[in-house]
């Protein structure tokens, strides 16, 4: 939804312009990975049978300002999706990471092969899609591919060339539409 919102706002200023803008087409391939979901449903075992989880989770009630709250958070995070995705947290009902991944490269191959020259095509999306194209750009494991994710900044943006068979990073998380460094912000 966050997505699709921020698709009608930049469609709505390039219109103000007067400059063209095509009608949203919704890719279900670009959806994020469950994150949330696997937090959800890993958290309380590891909580219970893992002592650095547990350690970390304790961090994280006890903080005591929001930077430290996301500071502890984020390690969490990255131990639990980092395991998820090695494979170590099969969850049942959550599409496991290799599917996700081969998701995400089945859109950026659909978008490939009917773009023509020239063609500008956006994506709105997340970190994890946009991790996943660094991937399939730049040849990078899971677990860069996740670091890489990671960074992506709320509304920056990541730019991409191809042609048929070439897939390369042009430019990665970019923020110059931004003035105030309060707007920085990651998820």
């Given amino acids: 939804m966050r997505q699709r919102e921020t698709a009608r706002i930049a469609g709505e200023a390039y219109k103000a312009a007067g400059a063209p803008w095509p009608e949203q ?3 279900q391939e670009f959806d994020e990975f469950q994150a949330e979901a696997v937090m959800e449903r890993s958290l309380p075992e ?3 049978t893992d002592s650095g ?5 304790e961090a994280f009630k006890n903080a005591s300002t929001r930077p430290e709250q996301f500071k502890t958070f984020q390690e969490i995070f990255e131990v639990i999706i980092g395991r998820w995705a090695d494979g170590k947290l099969p969850l049942e009902g959550i599409e496991p990471w290799e599917d996700f991944c081969l998701r995400v490269q089945n859109g950026l191959a659909q978008l490939c092969a009917n773009g023509s020259s020239g063609q500008n095509i956006a994506i709105f999306s997340s970190g994890g899609p946009v991790g ?4 399939r750009a730049l040849d990078l ?4 591919t996740l670091k890489a994710a990671w960074m992506v900044r709320n509304c920056s943006f ?6 048929p068979g070439r897939f390369t990073l042009s430019s990665y998380n970019a923020t110059p539409h931004f003035t105030d460094p309060e707007f920085l912000t990651h998820r």
């Fill in 25 to 27: 087409t919704v890719l």
């Fill in 46 to 48: 590891l909580v219970e």
């Fill in 141 to 144: 494991s899971t677990e860069a």
């Fill in 132 to 135: 996943v194209a660094m991937q």
């Fill in 158 to 163: 990541s730019e991409f060339l191809f042609s």
């Fill in 53 to 57: 989880v547990k350690k970390m989770h």
